[in-house]
């Protein structure tokens, strides 16, 4: 779909993208191709998404990749805009400024930002292959299968390239789009190197990739199959000899495990599992709502919304803390930095006015904590959150969720909802134990990890 005008208005600003990217961008109307939370108060639209790509600030190239998953693969679905949006991404994938190393939010250890972007490729060809009522709407599904063999033509030609992270990331994303079967012919050509470079891969991904392709196309798996249980099995053996303090080969253990390749796995992994796809379903009858919170002094509590692993109320994942300061039109009365390699970075800001506490990570914002007593009321489907009796909050989030596996404890006991980026932490008031809910992006599911002491200190 073209519209002429809106070509135009974004022709300029669209300059710095190679001219094959910046064809696509300017030739779409965006405004008629939402994701998933287009018109959202500090969401970006696709195009600015897109633009940020290749942007000279590195925040903003990091920002702008975890865009792509949380606005246009949100929860392994695909939207309007997802489709036209993979087609600009490919057509980055030539430029040189992709070549700019950095640390991204999904994966561990530091890769090049053409590896990132043939990884996101990959996660949308998994997702375009998933039947419509897992992947989205039937009509977003059809546009993502439409556009496999012109994504392909992209990411095949770095199926050979020199940088074994970026070479890795392409066979991943072919393997993955050759499910369209108009490229059923491909296979042939591609199938060896799914089994050398991707079946004895770190990246325990795309292992399951390889074995999962290569059984689809009829290719022998069992050597991957059999190694895969072996690497599952001495790891599950050395990390139980390393946890025992009076095992004689604890100190042989350890070192073996120092020693192991890091996992370069995605934190949130695409469509695996058909289960994982499961809708979420409306609360259950006799799940009890939370009561009314308790008053919040004389004045009355804020209003906030959330959209999982986009953001609360004014805030979105990723701003600094002067976006933060500008959103809420406040100061941070107290923060605090832990120290980290070669500087000193900022572990959290307290907004008392506001009644929240912003988390960060690399200097962005990671995680929201509203304050019990003083901090917005957000909700979920009408029921709030915040300030509420802890455990029957609890008990209406466990009844509420449909997704296996989406429920897990810290080892403080608070509940976290993976498929919500949502845990509950309890705040004493007196005698009275109310909620303080945490809304966090997927590399904070692991609260004993990745909250500093004194959000421990809050309880």
Not at 150 to 176: N, S
Not at 192 to 204: I, N, T
Request: hydrophobic share 45%.
């Amino acid at each position: 779909m073209t519209d002429q005008t809106a070509a135009d208005r974004r022709a300029a600003p669209a300059g710095p993208l190679p001219h094959a990217a910046r064809t696509e961008l300017t030739g779409t109307d965006w405004r008629a191709l939402p994701h998933f939370c287009t018109g959202r108060h500090n969401v970006p639209d696709t195009p600015d998404v897109l633009l940020g790509v290749l942007a000279a600030d590195p925040a903003r190239r990091v920002r702008a990749v975890e865009d792509l998953y949380r606005l246009l693969l949100h929860q392994e679905r695909v939207f309007p805009a997802t489709a036209p949006a993979t087609l600009v991404v490919a057509a980055l994938l030539g430029d040189p400024r992709t070549l700019a190393e950095d640390r991204w939010e999904r994966r561990p250890g530091r890769r090049p930002l053409r590896a990132e972007l043939l990884n996101w490729l990959a996660s949308f060809a998994d997702v375009a292959r998933s039947p419509h009522e897992g992947g989205g709407a039937a009509p977003d599904v059809a546009a993502a299968r439409a556009v496999r063999p012109a994504l392909h033509a992209r990411t095949a030609a770095f199926c050979e390239d020199a940088d074994p992270r970026v070479r890795e990331a392409a066979l991943a994303a072919t393997a993955l789009l050759l499910a369209d079967p108009a490229l059923a012919p491909s296979v042939p050509r591609y199938a060896p190197a799914v089994r050398a470079v991707l079946g004895v891969s770190a990246d325990s991904y795309y292992r399951w990739i390889a074995r999962e392709r290569l059984a689809a196309w009829g290719e022998d798996t069992g050597g991957l199959v059999a190694a895969e249980d072996k690497r599952r099995a001495d790891l599950d053996r050395a990390r139980a000899l390393a946890d025992d303090p009076f095992g004689s080969g604890q100190e042989q253990a350890v070192r073996r495990l120092a020693e192991q390749p890091e996992d370069t796995a995605a934190s949130e992994l695409p469509v695996r599992r058909p289960q994982a796809r499961a809708a979420t379903a409306p609360a259950a009858s006799h799940a009890p709502t939370p009561p009314a919170p308790r008053p919040a002094g004389d004045g009355e509590r804020a209003e906030w919304t959330f959209t999982p692993y986009i953001g609360v109320g004014p805030l979105h994942f990723g701003m600094t803390l002067e976006e933060i300061t500008a959103a809420l039109a406040e100061q941070p009365a107290r923060s605090a930095h832990t120290p980290a390699t070669g500087a000193r970075a900022r572990a959290f800001a307290d907004f008392t006015g506001t009644g929240i506490r912003a988390l960060f990570r690399g200097g962005r914002l990671g995680c929201v904590a509203a304050e019990a007593l003083t901090g917005p009321q957000v909700r979920l489907d009408g029921a709030p959150l915040t300030g509420c009796v802890r455990s029957q909050v609890e008990d209406w989030l466990v009844h509420r969720a449909a997704t296996p596996g989406s429920l897990t404890y810290s080892p403080a006991g608070d509940p976290v909802f993976a498929d919500l980026g949502l845990a509950i932490r309890p705040q004493r008031a007196g005698d009275a134990v109310l909620s303080r809910p945490l809304f966090l992006l997927h590399g904070w599911l692991d609260l004993w990890h990745s909250l500093p002491s004194d959000e421990w200190n809050a309880s």
